[in-house]
């Protein structure tokens, strides 16, 4: 929005893939997979075959938006391969000879009434040189009659009984599994329901062989399926969908929530402790704070009132106060707690050497001489006949001889005179 009023919308880009309804939340958005497909962005298709679906030996093939097809084996049809093909309906047999049509895997059989034989029992038969024997059975004549020694999973006078095959060769198939006997190789095996394989349909399919759990999650298998046990942090089906634990805003008092794997951490905000950041923490009972320094809780946790001469969040730093320099005129500071001394250059006193010492108090200067102040000095303007640095020394004009002739000469203070 203009002023950054409305919250940005985590859908707006379509991340959920596979016709996936994006759904607004806390930690950003969340995918409404449709069926047959799951990820956090709907972007696994999953694998329908993977539960064996195909009955009876059929072989499954996986395809798009939760579909799989099934390719049968002969004799057998349904979406899952369950049903088996009712030949003698499906081609219309008629049997003939009053004979009784019967299906068998792949194909049928005519099971015809005595002295008939044929496909479709439309051969009469006579004792064994028209062959009245079925199903390989072997024809032994006798007078008037004839008797057919027949293989094994048929019985008749005929042989034309297909019996259940199963039981000569000591096959019994687990409760709901069927058995069916195979012409042409002459065996006979279980067909077992979902979920269940071996010879007699009595050992369990291990569906964790393949499954989709994620994350780390364990497989338990079941019969004809299996379920996913999530590690902490995940949920759904295959345990794909990671849990946001800062969902529930379990951190306290404006501390902030770092989701992770199973569990989420707090970082508290200052004077505060614990899991959730809800113990308030007294930290002045540490006395964190040095050189005397006084606790106080705040806000923010806790502040230091420190004594002059020390500074810092813990007044551990002791204050230079000649780091401002308060020494003048070339004096040297030396640093003190809360204080600090200058030694001042000679000719300068005060608490920071501010003062230019006068000298002329000391009254150096004689014979009414004038005193000027110098730094660390003085100087002395002499009236006339006086010399030297104080003036006293009296300056004997007769030194030059002025006197001529013989005259005496008198000295006098800034002058002379001579007696002739």
């Known amino acids: 929005g203009p002023f950054c009023e409305k919250p940005g919308d985590p859908c707006e880009s379509q991340p959920c893939l596979n016709e996936g309804l994006c759904q607004y939340n806390q930690s950003g958005y969340l995918c409404a997979c449709p069926s047959g497909f799951l990820g956090h962005n709907c972007e696994i298709d999953i694998n329908e075959c993977s539960s064996r679906p195909c009955q009876n030996g059929g072989t499954c093939i996986d395809l798009p938006n939760q579909n799989y097809n099934c390719r049968c084996m002969p004799g057998f049809t349904g979406k899952n391969c369950e049903e ?3 030949y003698c309906r499906l081609l219309s047999i008629n049997c003939l000879n009053e004979g ?3 299906n068998i895997i792949g194909g049928f059989t005519c099971l015809c009434p005595r002295d008939f034989t044929g496909e479709f029992c439309e051969v009469q038969i006579d004792n064994c040189g028209s ?3 079925e199903n390989g059975g072997t024809c032994i004549g006798y007078e008037g009659h004839f008797k057919c020694s027949c293989p094994v999973g048929f019985e008749g006078e005929r042989c034309e009984l297909d019996i259940d095959a199963c039981l ?5 198939c687990a409760p709901g599994a069927l058995c069916f006997y195979d012409e042409e190789n002459q ?9 269940w394989t071996g010879k007699t349909c009595l050992e369990n399919i291990n569906e964790c062989e393949v499954n989709q759990c994620q994350h780390g999650a364990t497989c338990e298998d079941g019969i004809n399926k299996y379920s996913c046990n ?9 345990c794909e969908v990671e849990i946001n634990e800062c969902s529930s805003s379990p951190c306290k008092n404006g501390a902030t929530c770092t989701d992770l794997s199973g569990h989420f951490s707090c970082h508290c905000t200052a004077g505060f402790k614990g899991e959730t950041c809800s113990v308030r923490m007294n930290e002045c009972l540490d006395r964190p704070c040095w050189n005397g320094g006084t606790c106080e809780e705040d806000i923010s946790g806790f502040k230091c009132n420190c004594p002059f001469g020390f500074s810092g969040q813990y007044c551990e730093t002791e204050m230079n106060e000649c780091d401002s320099a308060p020494c003048l005129n070339g004096a040297v500071c030396q640093n003190d707690v809360n204080s600090y001394d200058c030694f001042c250059p000679e000719g300068f006193e005060g608490l920071n050497c501010e003062i230019n010492f006068d000298e002329c108090t000391y009254g ?9 102040d110098l730094v660390a000095d003085y100087s002395c303007v002499c009236p006339p006949g006086f010399t030297d640095k104080n003036c006293s020394t009296d300056i004997d004009e007769c030194s030059f001889k002025p006197c001529k002739n013989g005259g005496h000469c008198h000295d006098l203070i800034g002058e002379y005179y001579c007696s002739c």
């Open 84 to 86: 088996v093909i009712d």
């Open 100 to 102: 009784l049509c019967l």
């Open 131 to 133: 062959n009245s024997c």
């Open 168 to 172: 000569f060769n000591n096959i019994s």
């Open 187 to 195: 065996q006979s095996h279980c067909v077992c329901v979902l979920g």
């Open 230 to 238: 999530c590690v902490p942090g995940y949920e759904g089906p295959f």
């Open 364 to 372: 150096f200067c004689k014979s009414n001489s004038t005193c000027l």
